[in-house]
């Protein structure tokens, strides 16, 4: 069974040597929207793949960093990178292009390592990350799945890369969330209440 979750956020960037002009040479935004479709043959003790509430901790956490954030690429001139950094408190550096394509799959191998990590209290069994559907426009939308998040062909995505600034990481419910993450420590999954 396949059930999915849908986050939204507002996001900023520059997708440099694509075809469109308008795209490679301006900073522009969207409304994101990210479907985390999770999978299992299995239901937990209250009769589901994985509580929908569960998503909004750590998952939501990680997307929400990019709302209203401006998001970079490493390689792009260094004086363009400082300038945002310096005229904006919410910003990402990703190792990668911020296209759609690229986001889906920053989105699946970061949202595939913190299901991993995760504790499981209510008997789910083998849930897995299906695919990421990254929605850069109403009518454009970038799906990821397993091979393409760790696809050699399309370039490895390096989390020790990913940088966050100062205000994301204060944002953070657990100030060793990124580190946790990086150096695959358990999440612990409180009860909710």
């Given at each position: 069974m396949i059930i999915r979750k849908l986050f939204k956020f507002e996001n900023a960037h520059i997708v440099?040597?694509?075809s469109t002009l308008r795209c490679?040479?301006?900073?522009?935004?969207?409304?994101?929207?990210?479907?985390?479709?999770?999978e299992s043959n299995y239901l937990d003790n209250?009769?589901?793949?994985?509580?929908?509430?569960?998503t909004k901790l750590y998952i939501k956490e990680f997307i929400d960093s990019f709302d209203h954030s401006i998001t970079l690429w490493s390689k792009d001139n260094k004086e363009y990178i400082n300038d945002m950094k310096k005229h904006s408190k919410r910003w990402i550096i990703l190792p990668v292009s911020p296209s759609a394509e690229q986001f889906?799959?920053?989105?699946?191998?970061v949202i595939d390592k913190i299901l991993n990590l995760s504790t499981m209290n209510n008997s789910e069994?083998?849930?897995k990350l299906h695919s990421i559907?990254?929605?850069?426009?109403?009518?454009?939308y970038a799906q990821c799945f397993r091979d393409d998040a760790y696809s050699k062909l399309m370039g490895i995505i390096d989390l020790t890369k990913i940088e966050f600034s100062k205000q994301i990481l204060t944002e953070w419910k657990s100030n060793d969330f990124w580190e946790n993450i990086l150096n695959n420590k358990t999440l612990i999954t409180p009860l909710i209440v």
């Open positions: 440099r040597d694509c490679s040479q301006n900073i522009h935004g969207h409304s994101y929207k990210v479907e985390v479709l999770l209250g009769q589901m793949v994985y509580d929908f509430g569960l889906s799959r920053v989105f699946f191998v069994k083998e849930v559907i990254v929605h850069e426009t109403d009518t454009g």
